[in-house]
């Protein structure tokens, strides 16, 4: 594009939704001009928090509106897909939330939506960006632990998340939620892809508790160059833990380790009343006016980037649907007992 302003428009007014929003209501190149939400009152209290907004519920009508040129989406995990390829076929440029889609047939759906279209589509695995993981992959790539031999990874939540946080927890699960985010850091920090997993689930706790998803997906991976890393994405950790997630990860080479720590860093520590709470010093700082800080907002505004400057995608619609493919491949293998091989 050529145009000196994006017009944006949000489709979810969740805690997600209300980050593009500021992120498109900051940025001196972008106006925010719509939000969407199929619950009228949340959509109408965003929309009155951000001047000249119109509010929507049906995002058909939304799409119909003169002057948007870019549609983002933050909604459920399982609600992408129609919303991904009415915004492509109505010729939006498109930002969405990870994952992509909940199943492969999907993610190839908007894949094709995507090939017919010629606006740009970008995931939003804005680990990429996070300081810690991106110095990973700079280092991985620069030959400083030699070949990569194994390693681990675990995105987990505390048990706030389903119990409180989402009221849709039982239509998805950490694997999904959290397992998108950690594949796509591992894809990219190695720069290769998985070609066998072999998982391992666990149930009951939430299930007792009214949230019909799995507890924890433990799952091996294997990479086509022959690295194998284990990962864990619970919804089962204490309440006790001081942030509300747990992201580490480990790699050994044969020339030395990584180890990333970004959640329990401990640099900023808390303790009133309610325990020992550490505060993410990374995903979003403090800045000036007209500018986003953190990895979170710098994510969304690599969207802008690309479609107003050309630049690279953070992450591509391909990116989201091998994402895709890995994680119903741990599905898979968690429900047969057995190893699934990936063919791309």
Not at 280 to 304: C, H, K, N, Y
Request: proline share 3%.
């Amino acid at each position: 594009m050529t145009k000196e302003t994006l017009n944006v428009a949000v489709i979810g007014s969740g805690i997600w939704g209300a980050q593009h929003a500021h992120v498109f209501s900051t940025l001196p190149n972008t106006r925010l001009v719509a939000v969407c939400d199929v619950n009228r009152d949340r959509a109408e209290a965003m929309a009155k928090n951000h001047d000249g907004t119109r509010a929507f519920t049906d995002h058909r009508e939304m799409l119909a509106m003169d002057g948007i040129d870019a549609v983002t989406i933050a909604t459920p995990d399982f609600t992408h897909t129609p919303l991904i390829v009415d915004a492509l076929d109505a010729g939006k440029h498109v930002l969405s939330e990870k994952p992509l889609a909940t199943s492969v047939e999907e993610a190839e759906a908007i894949r094709k939506a995507a090939d017919a279209s010629d606006r740009k589509i970008m995931v939003d695995f804005h680990n990429r960006v996070s300081p810690a993981i991106a110095t990973a992959q700079e280092e991985v790539a620069k030959g400083t632990l030699g070949k990569l031999i194994h390693g681990s990874g675990r995105l987990s939540n505390t048990t706030f998340v389903p119990l409180e946080m989402l009221s849709w927890a039982g239509r998805s699960s950490a694997l999904w939620f959290l397992g998108s985010h950690l594949v796509d850091a591992l894809r990219f920090i190695l720069d290769d892809d998985v070609v066998r997993v072999f998982a391992m689930r666990r149930d009951g706790y939430l299930a007792s508790k009214g949230v019909d998803t799995a507890d924890v997906h433990l799952a091996m991976l294997e990479f086509s160059r022959g690295t194998v890393m284990t990962i864990e994405n619970s919804w089962v950790l204490s309440p006790d833990n001081p942030q509300v997630f747990d992201l580490e990860i480990g790699l050994v080479g044969e020339k030395g380790q990584i180890q990333l720590n970004p959640s329990h860093n401990g640099a900023y520590r808390q303790m009133t009343g309610h325990g020992l709470k550490y505060r993410d010093l990374f995903g979003v700082t403090p800045v000036g006016v007209g500018r986003v800080g953190g990895f979170v907002f710098e994510s969304i505004a690599r969207f802008v980037d690309a479609v107003l400057t050309d630049a690279p995608l953070l992450a591509t619609v391909e990116d989201g649907l091998r994402v895709t493919r890995i994680l119903s491949a741990i599905e898979d293998s968690a429900s047969s007992g057995r190893p699934v091989d990936i063919a791309y």
